[in-house]
């Protein structure tokens, strides 16, 4: 009888192991609500619990009254972020969850004020803080696409390619207007795309843009406060005026191009010569040669060694030249001005211009360097 009660024994003991049920896991549950400064509701919204030991993550979204709650969320500690629209809005790191209900509420102008007293801050100092903030971030943005911008168009007009340059750098205006270097770039683009035009009216077009995109370059730096406090101002200032000129000297408007000159060298003195020296050049071109003589005078008291100003003083001072007979007879000082072009370079890219305008007018080639006279053999 024994043997018969054995065997199915074994197997009731068997099937009641098998069969042992096991314990769930206690739970928590975290509620609360989010509000912004204002005390309204922030909805819609998503309130992420991570777990800062597990990396589990539970997102919950808020209700129309700006509520979130969870009932099964396992105990251990989580970081918790509420975001709207893909942004972070608040957050708290390493929040305990156990098995009771905890509430997050996320309040931020009862944030924001612990914040100003935990700095010092009213708690409308603290608010012009974070406005500051903002805005200092998103400047930061602005200055990083536009950078952007001109290193792509400075690419483009390198490689001779002014239409992208002109492109990119008036998508860079429609992101922020208010930056005069932008428009100064922009007129360079459009002065050096001009050359490359058949239609004279379509190159007339250019230039005339390059000297409005110039002017509103100056307008803007001129009225900034910022720029005034930039060491460099008169200088930056002095090459917009500098290039607004060219471009009124090209269009044929010469009185401009004079006046743009003279503000240039007035600003930046160190480089006045330089700018005293594209007038006298404008001045040349346009047959104004009294202008002109004047011009490369004033070249030459800014900078005596700048040999180019000699050479064309030279020239022009030979355009008032008269005949008597065959013989040209140039006015006093002339022969002077291209001896001390051959001077200063004796070897330079105009050397032998300053000698055959020498010998046109019959004066000898004096220079310090170089070939000089010999002197006769005493007997």
Request: proline share 4%; hydrophobic share 40%; charged share 25%.
């Amino acid at each position: 009888m024994k043997k018969h009660f054995i065997i199915p024994l074994l197997l009731v003991l068997v099937s009641a192991v098998s069969a042992a049920p096991a314990f769930a896991q206690a739970m928590g549950s975290v509620k609360g609500v989010c509000k912004d400064i204002e005390g309204k509701p922030i909805t819609p919204a998503e309130v992420e619990w991570y777990g800062v030991e597990t990396g589990r993550k539970y997102t919950l979204k808020t209700n129309n009254k700006g509520e979130y709650f969870s009932l099964g969320i396992a105990p251990g500690k989580y970081n918790v972020k509420l975001s709207k629209d893909g942004k972070e809005v608040f957050h708290f790191n390493n929040v305990t969850v156990t098995v009771d209900e905890i509430v997050i509420d996320f309040d931020l102008k009862k944030e924001q004020t612990a914040t100003a007293q935990g700095q010092g801050l009213s708690v409308e100092q603290a608010k012009q803080v974070q406005e500051q903030q903002a805005k200092a971030a998103k400047e930061t943005n602005t200055v990083k696409t536009l950078n952007e911008k001109l290193n792509a168009a400075k690419s483009a007009s390198d490689a001779g390619d002014f239409e992208t340059a002109i492109a990119t750098l008036s998508e860079a205006n429609q992101i922020d207007s208010s930056r005069d270097l932008i428009w100064f770039k922009l007129g360079d683009a459009y002065r050096s795309s001009a050359p490359k035009q058949t239609d004279p009216a379509e190159k007339q077009k250019r230039l005339e843009a390059a000297a409005t995109n110039y002017q509103k370059a100056i307008e803007l730096r001129t009225a900034s406060e910022q720029a005034a406090k930039d060491p460099n101002n008169n200088a930056t200032l002095a090459a917009y005026y500098n290039n607004l000129a060219e471009a009124d000297a090209k269009t044929n408007k010469i009185d401009d191009a004079v006046a743009n000159y003279a503000k240039a060298a007035q600003l930046d003195p160190a480089k006045a010569g330089q700018y005293l020296f594209n007038t006298g050049a404008v001045l040349t071109n346009a047959g104004k040669v009294d202008a002109a003589i004047d011009a490369f005078d004033k070249v030459i008291a800014a900078d005596p060694n700048k040999a180019e100003a000699y050479y064309w003083k030279g020239v022009n001072m030979i355009g008032k030249a008269t005949l008597k007979g065959d013989k040209m007879v140039a006015p006093g000082g002339t022969a002077e001005a291209f001896q001390k072009y051959l001077e200063l370079q004796p070897t330079g890219a105009l050397a032998q211009p300053a000698k055959d305008m020498l010998a046109s007018i019959g004066a000898s080639i004096e220079t310090s360097f170089g070939t000089t006279k010999k002197k006769p053999v005493k007997k």
